[in-house]
């Protein structure tokens, strides 16, 4: 597999399907060199066919496999220019439902799993004193919908944690962005989902179904995951200092419809939209 000579080079995580997987095309055909990161590189069929791309193990939670994952890249390419931050797990459902290894791998996978990636990448590009963080939040890290209070604590985290690390690493010549998808057309709730719906207590069942069956109603408007990895790529590339890309005309409406409406109107109109 060759390397392109002076092309950049992007390290992306959870690149075996959906977004990650699309991102990972993306910057090929964009002439990038490509660490198309994933747990089981094994699995993998189309992208380790691909020029200037590797498939590194990572594991977010695995602390040695992220460390090995960005060495590896370094040595065959040279540097990293830009990492994308795109592993994610959703666990919906009650929230009393929830086990406490549930729980915890859902902070684990969608906050501690970014700050493991980005800690350890910082001393690369403090020392190329420049580099580009992307990190893919989701519309539901600034608004909620009922039945994803874990989720959402996750992605509301990663806002937070990222908005003000915007601060710390502009001075250093590091950007960092978040990417905002709405509703989107992978296999995420078939692959890396989890429902707490069966261990809940009944209280919760007839509402539950009703909401469940309206958000399976929204599929079929999601948007589709290359979309996202324009997003993706635009916000690596653009050179600005612009921190949210929102993708998705859901996203879009309903989080401006989230700055102007008072609580109480925006929680009477979920509360319509889903109950």
Known sequence: MSTQQNAKTVLITGSSTGIGRETALFFQKKGWNVAASMRTPAKEKLLNTLENTIIPKLDVTDAKSIKEAIATTISKFGKIDAIVNNAGYGLTGPFEGASTEQITKQYDTNVFGIMNVIREILPHFRSNKSGVIVNVA????????????????????????TESLRFELEPLGIRVKIVEPGAIKTDFYERSNESSID?????????????????????????????????????????????????????????????????????????????
């Open 199 to 275: 261990s809940s207590p009944s209280d919760y069942k007839l509402l539950c179904e009703r909401a469940f069956k309206k958000y399976k109603s929204t599929e079929a408007g999601a948007t589709q995951p290359d979309k996202v990895a324009k997003a993706i790529y635009k916000a690596t590339t653009d050179g600005s200092k612009k921190l949210r890309y929102t993708i998705g005309p859901d996203a879009k409406s309903l989080l401006f419809l989230r700055n102007f409406l008072p609580d109480g109107a925006y929680a009477a109109m979920v509360r319509m939209a889903i109950f």
């Open 138 to 161: 989701s519309m539901g890290g600034r608004i909620v919908f009922p039945y994803y209070s874990l989720y959402h604590g996750t992605k509301w985290a990663v806002e937070g944690f």
